[in-house]
């Protein structure tokens, strides 16, 4: 700890802890030290050590329990939106978080699309679309459910690996995700949503529904994502 730093004490302290979490020194379930303990081995106030501690707890790293202590929180995907970021897939946020992004290809075929799949897609109902549904992990830990629904122009993808990153796929047909408009709500897990995720039946889930477009504004995808909000962290700055 530098005590004439520009940088706050309780700032320092909770760099260090998410640095050692980071590194594997803590790990998703461990005790954290007690503020008296913290205290004494940092060598600053009671004060600082519970500011840093509630900066872990607002930021997700840590969790209280109750009579009981604190413990370092599974690892979540942070996913920050901004207005003046770029559109960034599940497997590069995963990246930038230090996490590593794995796929379950579920099912693939082509539907004819139901009404909010068509009107998200701006196709006729007789127009078939794609459907490619995916278990998205993190560091192995099941974290959502992704349902994508494609227009026919996307059926390069069946020639793909469908277990990486599709924004990859785009990438290498010229199409760049530009632009989303993504609206998140409370559902509640049906009995295979709760298999594949680990979770209880009719436990509430986020729901997120996406609509993607490219650089010249053409859709690329309409995704329905059922989330474990255990295992996510969403920010949004206007």
Known sequence: ???????????????DIKAQIHDGRLKAGDRLMTEAELSQQYEVSRITVRKAIELLVDEGYVMRKQGIGTFIAEKKLRR??????????????????????????????WILPEGSVQHHLHVGEEEKVLKIVRLRKIDGVPVMVETNYYP?????LLQANLTGST???????????????????ICYATLEEARLLGVKENQPLLLQLEETTDQNHQILHYSKVIVNSQHYRLTVIS
């Open 167 to 185: 924004y990859e796929i785009f990438h290498q047909h010229g199409l760049i995700p530009s632009h989303a408009v993504r609206t998140i709500q």
């Open 152 to 156: 026919k122009r996307m059926e390069f």
């Open 1 to 15: 700890m530098v005590k004439n730093s520009v940088i706050p004490l309780y700032q320092q302290l909770s760099d």
């Open 80 to 109: 920050v939106v901004d207005s003046n970021n770029l559109v960034r897939s599940f497997t590069e946020t995963s990246r930038m978080n230090g996490q590593e992004p794995s796929s379950e290809l579920l099912s693939v075929e």
